[in-house]
T-cell receptor, first 113, second 114 residues
Framework: GENVEQHPSTLSVQEGDSAVIKCTYS??????FPWYKQELGKRPQLIID?????GEKKDQRIAVTLNKTAKHFSLHITETQPEDSAVYFC????????????FGSGTQLTVLP | DTGVSQDPRHKITKRGQNVTFRCDPISEHNRLYWYRQTLGQGPEFLTY????????KSRLLSDRFSAERPKGSFSTLEIQRTEQGDSAMYLC????????????FGPGTRLTVT
């Protein structure tokens, strides 16, 4: 089945610096790659996604890049703020009609003021 | 709030008891998913409904688990004879059936089996 590896598991950055989280996936048929932000005790919140026909997508301070050949994708957060502190999960669709998501193990991002 | 809702938000039960959770998806979302999340891990897929039909089940879903979506709207997840290993956050997500794959999650039901 699909497997998604995510690194690093923890990341601390100074406010204003950039943060990068990387994921690799195993199913070459995967074509949808969302990123979720989860604050403690809250629901996973979709923050950005990318499809396999696009190499990069940006939304304000957040960007995602996809390299289909290498089967990896990354989340980039610029000008980090304390409210960016949370656990971030990457995910990929599992090939099949259900289109269920396979998640990485998460990255705890801490933005230090 | 027009997002995905789940009830109850917390459930504490003794081992061996049965529990049932409810999920109300976003209106008009035909696709409904159940996931399980344990501490420090990402959500893991359990089962998928398209309208009222349960079309996919994970190997994680033992025969003690059953899910329904009788009218294609809300869904229930029942766990029979709960075990301590069932303690987790049970998340529901929904999406439109138009192929864009965006899944929106509910707040989850945190189950603690004592």
């Amino acid at each position: 089945g699909e497997n998604v590896e995510q690194h690093p598991s923890t990341l601390s950055v100074q406010e204003g610096d950039s943060a990068v989280i990387k994921c690799t996936y195993s199913d070459s048929a995967s074509n949808y790659f969302p990123w979720y932000k989860q604050e403690l005790g809250k629901r996973p919140q979709l923050i950005i996604d990318i499809r396999s026909n696009v190499g990069e997508k940006k939304d304000q301070r957040i960007a995602v890049t996809l390299n289909k050949t290498a089967k990896h994708f990354s989340l980039h957060i610029t000008e980090t703020q304390p409210e960016d502190s949370a656990v971030y999960f990457c995910a990929a669709t599992f090939s099949g009609s259900a289109r269920q998501l396979t998640f990485g193990s998460g990255t705890q991002l801490t933005v230090l003021p | 709030d027009t997002g995905v809702s789940q009830d109850p938000r917390h459930k504490i039960t003794k081992r061996g008891q049965n529990v049932t959770f409810r999920c109300d998806p976003i209106s008009e979302h035909n696709r409904l998913y159940w996931y399980r999340q344990t501490l420090g891990q990402g959500p893991e897929f359990l089962t998928y409904f398209q309208n009222e039909a349960q079309l996919e089940k994970s190997r994680l879903l033992s025969d003690r688990f059953s899910a329904e979506r009788p009218k294609g709207s809300f869904s229930t997840l029942e766990i029979q004879r709960t075990e301590q290993g069932d303690s987790a956050m049970y998340l529901c997500a929904s999406s439109e059936d138009r192929g864009d794959d965006e899944q929106y999650f509910g707040p989850g039901t945190r189950l603690t089996v004592t």
